[in-house]
């Protein structure tokens, strides 16, 4: 395959509520939009970066800079020998930068698949026609506001609730739901690095509430810390942040530093790696399930298409269009009996609205190849 130009499309889309984690808030998705153009075919891919670098060291200004400065040049010395399969190998002599990565990964192969008429789902190995979805609930300013967006997403029908969770917002919000909603709800916990091994007695009284699991409570570097949190807590232990390869999911599972994995393809540098790590995980025993980062319908149809694989057991953060954007740039994923259909039309299966994508735009630039 041949690329003919990459255009790195800025765009901004209000959230339709604002998302508080431990490390911070936002209102609004300023997301990098990856075009790929081939004589034959169009592929797009949104780069999860975002802002500010809160979440990881990615943010968004850098990821443009390296896809255009440092990442392109690697891919056009690839010629017509371009396919996704070349990509991650290609782009290995840069360090890190897996959010900026993945995105271009993603983008050739969603030309390639449209080239060759097959979908995401079918070209990763899916084995289900439908995910189940869950939903990631931020920090709210009281109880009673949880309460109501708790209650809310259950009667659309998402079938798992993780709330985000930070010292001063665990204990207390953890026990409401369950008490309010009963112990058949499916309920996790995400702390997105906010605690240290000094506070695992604190941590083990989340135990009582049956959760499914908690989500990276400490630094991503940590994995030992995690490993010793997890011989102190009932509570099973799931990795973010820490893991960026295949080779980090080994090396966690191996350390027992998690039970579980929150594979995103996103932060582990594209869809390839990310069905690498299911595998790792299914080798182990290791249940997996499907991260996000507030993708629009760009990013939600192919990490569906993952979701579909055998070993994510789990319910994912793949929540329908209408929990982010009031209008997704494709038309929107709905929840149908709690889940969300996995597309089956070639690449990603969807298309961008044009109209909508023109309203949303705040900058592009085109490179030629
Ligand atoms: O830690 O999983 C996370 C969103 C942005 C950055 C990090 C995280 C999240 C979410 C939301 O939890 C997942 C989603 O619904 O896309
Ligand atoms: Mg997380």
Redesign the pocket.
């Known amino acids: 395959m041949r690329i003919e130009n990459i255009e790195l499309r800025r765009v901004s889309l209000p959230l339709v509520r604002p998302?508080r984690?431990s490390f911070g808030t936002i209102t609004e998705r300023v997301i990098t939009l990856v075009h790929v153009s081939t004589a034959q075919a169009e592929g797009w891919a949104e780069c999860a970066a975002e802002v500010r670098p809160l979440?990881s060291s990615e943010f968004i200004d850098a990821s443009d800079l390296v896809i255009r400065d440092h990442l392109l040049p690697l891919l056009q010395a690839l010629g017509g020998d371009l396919t996704a399969e070349r990509v991650g190998a290609a782009l290995a002599p840069v360090k890190g930068h897996q959010m900026s990565k993945a995105v271009l990964e993603a983008a050739i192969l969603d030309a390639q698949l449209r080239e060759s008429g097959q979908s995401f789902g079918g070209y990763l190995g899916a084995v289900h026609d439908t995910v189940p979805a869950g939903v990631?609930v931020g920090i709210m300013d009281s109880i009673d506001e949880l309460l109501e967006a708790v209650a809310g997403y259950l009667a659309q029908g998402y079938l798992r609730i993780?709330l985000?969770i930070e010292p001063g917002w665990d204990l207390a919000p953890v026990r409401a739901v369950r008490e309010r909603f009963g112990p058949d709800l499916l309920l996790q916990v995400?702390a997105?690095t906010a605690y240290t091994l000094a506070d695992a007695r604190h941590l083990a009284r989340l135990d009582p509430f049956d959760l499914l699991l908690i989500?990276?409570p400490l630094g991503e570097r940590d994995l030992l810390g995690h490993a010793a949190l997890a011989r102190l807590i009932r509570t099973p232990v799931c990795l973010?942040e820490s893991i960026e390869s295949a080779q980090d999911a080994a090396a966690a599972i191996s350390l027992g530093a998690c039970s579980i994995i929150?594979v995103k393809p996103s932060r582990v540098g594209g869809y390839l790696e990310a069905r690498r790590i299911h595998d790792v995980a299914a080798a182990h025993g290791v249940p997996v399930w499907c991260?996000?980062?507030?993708?629009t319908g760009i990013g939600r149809a192919a990490n569906v298409a993952l979701a579909g694989l055998p070993n994510f057991v789990l319910p994912g953060?793949t929540?329908a269009s209408d929990r982010y954007y009031a209008q997704d740039l494709t038309a929107p994923f709905v929840l149908e009996d709690g889940h969300l259909r996995v597309p089956t039309g070639p690449g990603t299966g969807v298309e961008v609205l044009p109209d909508v994508l023109a309203e949303v735009t705040r900058a592009r630039q085109d490179i030629r190849f």
Not at 291 to 295: A, F, H, I, P
């Open positions: 998302f984690t979440y990631s993780k985000k995400d997105n989500e990276q973010d929150n991260g996000g980062m507030l993708e953060d929540s």
